[in-house]
């Protein structure tokens, strides 16, 4: 099985600053930006390297789940286990930021 690694870079930085540019700016920017680093920690640190590949492959970069299983040799079931279980993790890291903000 070949292992692929999806490394935090300025492509998916620029993902984040696409989507926080559409929000108002003021004291919701500075929310927003301690938001984005730390779904970028948790995609990094938390998700396992096959999640990781999943999550950011088809959220951020829009492929689909056949190239994705293709891509990795694994089946599509799979993927789609490997996306939702990063989006689980995803998720709480959020609602522990939000509580905690």
């Known amino acids: 099985m070949k292992t692929k690694m999806i490394h935090r870079n300025a492509d998916n930085e620029g993902f984040f600053d696409y989507h926080i540019a559409l929000q108002p700016k003021g004291t919701n920017a500075l929310k927003l930006e301690k938001m984005k680093k730390m779904l970028l920690d948790v995609i990094q640190t938390e998700l396992t390297p096959q ?21 990795l040799g694994i089946s599509c079931s799979t993927v789609s286990r490997h996306i939702a279980a990063g989006k689980r993790k995803l998720k709480l890291a959020a609602k522990h930021f939000e509580s905690a903000a």
Request: overall charge positive; some cysteine.
């Open 51 to 71: 999640q990781r590949f999943c999550v950011v492959g088809h959220l951020m970069y829009g492929m689909k789940q056949k190239d994705i299983a293709s891509e």
